[in-house]
């Protein structure tokens, strides 16, 4: 079993940063299709940017150019760095991997981007 969990998420005006923390209970190198995700109310829930084992990132087209997905294998933490934050970014953050055959999620944290 897999513990995930986020941290990083808060208030901030557009065009501000956020980093977004995923702290893992395993190492993040035995987990596999770690990834970003984002839920905003009364939408369904979208990946926000993923990477493979090897090191292949893959962004949700609006955030490209804006989010970088990234690792510290020392830590066993996924990050998720933020920049030119909008309002429609707005939305609860999960962090995902699968272990075995199975998917794990974080509890989430809600980010918040004001106009």
């Known amino acids: 079993q897999v513990q995930l969990v986020e941290s990083g998420g808060g208030l901030v005006q557009a065009g501000g940063s956020l980093r977004l923390s995923c702290a893992a209970s395993?190492?993040?190198?035995?987990?596999?299709?770690m990834g970003w995700y984002r839920q905003a109310p009364g939408k369904q829930r979208e990946a926000v940017a993923t990477i493979t084992n090897g090191g292949l990132t893959n962004y949700l087209s609006s955030v490209k150019s804006r989010f970088t997905i990234s690792r510290d294998s020392a830590k066993n933490t996924l990050y998720l760095q933020m920049s030119s934050l909008k309002p429609e970014d707005t939305a609860v953050y999960y962090c995902?991997?699968?272990?075995?055959?199975?998917?794990?999620w974080g509890q989430g944290t809600q980010v918040t981007v004001s106009s």
């Open positions: 995902s991997g699968t272990w075995g055959v199975q998917d794990y």
């Open positions: 395993e190492s993040i190198f035995r987990i596999n299709n």
